[in-house]
Every structure is written in C-alpha cells, then in structure tokens.
C-alpha cells in the first residue's frame, strides 16, 4: 500500500548533514549517496547470506563500501528532466524494481542489499540512536519506500535493451530501412506487431542531457567485447522472457524494456575474451580478467519499459500503455521537438512543466501498472 499522497512531490534529496554522506551524483531520477565501509555494514552484509536475490555475498564485495539509490519524483522523456515531478514516482518505482529483482533473482544476481528503511539506516555513519529527532523524521520522509542499498559495481557501457514488439523507434527505422538497430527483420510486419523472436538491440548509455544513440550489435562489441556482450545478450533475453510470460499473466505486454548490468569481482577466475575498444573493458595484460555480471540500477519499470494492456491489444496502430508513452504523447502534441529540450516552443530556457491532468494521469498508470504487476492494491 502506497503512504498518503504528500503535498509536493520529492524532486531533489538534502539528508541531514550530520550524516556525512557523500553524494555521489544526480541522475534523470536516482541521487545516488556513497556509503562508507564500517564494521556495522560488514557484519548487515554477512548477515544477509543468501538473501539478496542469489548474491553470493562475500565480506569484500563491501570492502569499498555500498551505495544509496533514492529514487525521487522526478520524471524525464525525450532525454528532458521536468522541473515538476509525479507524487510517490519514486516509490512506486522502488517498490516495482524490487519486486522484480527478487522474481528474476535465479536468472542473473542483482545489486540489492536491502530495501528496508531500518535495515538501511542502520549502516549509516551516524546511528539513529545518534541522531536528533528532527534528522530522523527528516531521514526518513526522504528515504522510506524509495531507496535502495545496493552493491557498488563498474557500470558496463550500454543499454541492454530487448524488444519484443515492433514500437517506437525500432518501428521508425523498420519503415525507413526494414531493420531495427541495423539487424535485419522479416518484411510486411506493421507497428506494435509481436516479433518473431525477442531482439537484442543495444545503445549507448549517455550523460545527463544527451541523447541515447542506438548502435548495431557489432558496435557494441567493439565497446564492451565479443564475450562479454554474448554473456549480457543472454542474460537480457532471459529475463525478458521470464518477465514477459509473468506479466501476460497479469493482463499486461511487456512490449519492450531496459536492463543495465555492472561487473563486479568474481571467483573462479573467468575470462574477459576479447577486448573491447572502450579503455575500461578491456582484458588485462595476461588476457584475463576476474569479473562476474550484475544486474543494476532499476528493473522492468514503467519508466525503462513499455507496457500494454493485453485486453484490446490491436497492431497496426500504437497501442494504450502504462508507462510514459503518455507523456511523450502530450510532449509532441504541445510542440516538442529534438532541439526543444529546454523549453516549448517560445519558451526557450524556461523548462517543460507536467500539466497536472497529465501529471496525475501519468501517475495512475504508473500506479495501476505495479498493482497489476505485484498484486497490491493501492
């Protein structure tokens, strides 16, 4: 169950400073906070052995500390951040990737420490013991249902992403070239069609206020390397499927979605093949590295995944979604364009503001989504 709705949504983190945590970065999304090594987080780490989603959790796996995801209420689309947000955003999406990270943990381990708000809390630098009052309250109206403690991991340089129908920009180029990210497709397919088989179709993962670029599987290759790319390509359409399958079940297409994978240190010792072009990826001198993938950052989301209502599923047309297919829908028809990214037209510099209809809409699908999808009511 979703707490009441708060008057203003959470656009921007400020934990107490007493905490001393560094803040590590501001995405579309996630503040991301480092947490510090301590005894208190070694000994929470062991204690959750063969909890956290099929991790095999080892003492060094912390030994450079862990990481705070605090997802906010924070909304982008087409690469643009909105200077309002969507009430509870953050703790739906929260709620959703952990559900999903615990039902696919078997296929791939996953970056998940813990999601409780007293699990979390406790590992902090300053105990709440500690703290004043005033912190704690502060603390936790900022941190409770939408955070994360997850493993720190070397981010892979691509998006994982699947498709499994033919939508966006995969059915833009499909008219143009009949290929999606330069793979070839069977003719006479028409928009929102179900694939044949689920296509693997990487892209670039860009900086805050760039533009992800869809790149062909041989380009990411030259990125990340021949096994390593094979290794998360097969990761990507397991647990696509399996999600896939699980949300039909629920009345729901997964049409298609975004995985990000980490490496972190692994034993036995397997090795990294060949080398990719990007500096960080590539083998080490012996042509062997220790690495392992992880599942990072959020899981099958409606903000990194398209989803379709099953009942009335027509192609050849887009289809209803519950995702952010709606935001982007009312972006194009008030006029945004590549190049607009800040502002509407004849508003330049000024920011895209959320309509609250669209807002409060948007929020609703979001919500209906994860109560489909996790089976509570909210």
């Not at 070239?177 to 693997?200: A, D, G, Y």
């Not at 499927?241 to 980490?262: M, N, P, Q, V």
């Not at 992880?294 to 899981?299: A, C, V, W, Y």
Request: hydrophobic share 35%.
């Amino acid at each position: 169950m979703l707490p009441p709705l708060p008057p203003q949504p959470l656009l921007q983190t400020s934990l107490p400073t007493s905490l001393n945590l560094e803040l590590v970065s501001r995405g579309k999304v996630r503040d991301i906070y480092n947490v510090p090594f301590s005894e208190d987080l070694a000994k929470f780490y062991a204690s959750k052995l063969g909890e956290s989603g099929g991790i095999d959790l080892k003492i060094r796996d912390v030994e450079q500390g862990a990481l705070l995801f605090i997802a906010t209420d924070r909304i982008s689309a087409y690469d643009v951040i909105f200077k309002n947000g969507i009430s509870q955003k953050g703790i739906l999406l929260t709620q959703l990737s952990a559900f999903w990270f615990k039902e696919l943990g078997d296929i791939v381990p996953n970056h998940v420490i813990s999601t409780s708000f007293e699990e979390i809390i406790s590992v902090l630098p300053l105990h709440p013991e500690e703290m004043t009052q005033s912190d704690y309250e502060d603390l936790k109206t900022q941190l409770k249902g939408r955070t994360m403690l997850v493993r720190k991991a070397r981010v892979i340089p691509i998006e994982a992403i699947v498709r499994g129908y033919l939508t966006g920009s995969a059915w833009s180029e499909y008219k143009a070239h009949s290929t999606v990210h330069s793979i070839p497709v069977p003719p006479n397919l028409i928009e929102s069609q179900k694939l044949p088989e689920p296509l693997f179709t990487p892209s670039t993962k860009a900086d805050i206020g760039m533009h992800d670029e869809n790149i062909s599987p041989q380009r990411a290759r030259e990125i990340i390397g021949t096994e390593l790319y094979d290794r998360v390509e097969e990761i990507s359409l397991a647990l696509y499927k399996r999600a896939a399958s699980y949300a039909e079940t629920k009345g729901l297409i997964l049409a298609d979605t975004k995985f990000e994978f980490g490496l972190v240190d692994s034993e036995p010792e397997v090795s990294s093949g060949t080398a990719g072009s990007d500096p960080n990826f590539r083998s080490q001198p012996d042509g062997k590295s220790k690495w392992a993938p992880l599942l990072i950052d959020e899981l099958l989301t409606p903000d990194s995944s398209r989803y379709w209502p099953l009942e009335g599923y027509q192609p050849g047309k887009p289809q209803p979604s519950f995702d952010k297919q709606y935001l982007r829908d009312w972006m194009v028809m008030n006029g945004f364009k590549k190049g607009l990214e800040s502002g509407p037209p004849g508003k330049d510099g000024e920011g895209w503001f959320i309509a609250a209809g669209i807002g409060e809409g948007t929020r609703q699908r979001y919500v209906d989504c994860v109560g489909r999808l996790t089976g509570t009511a909210n």
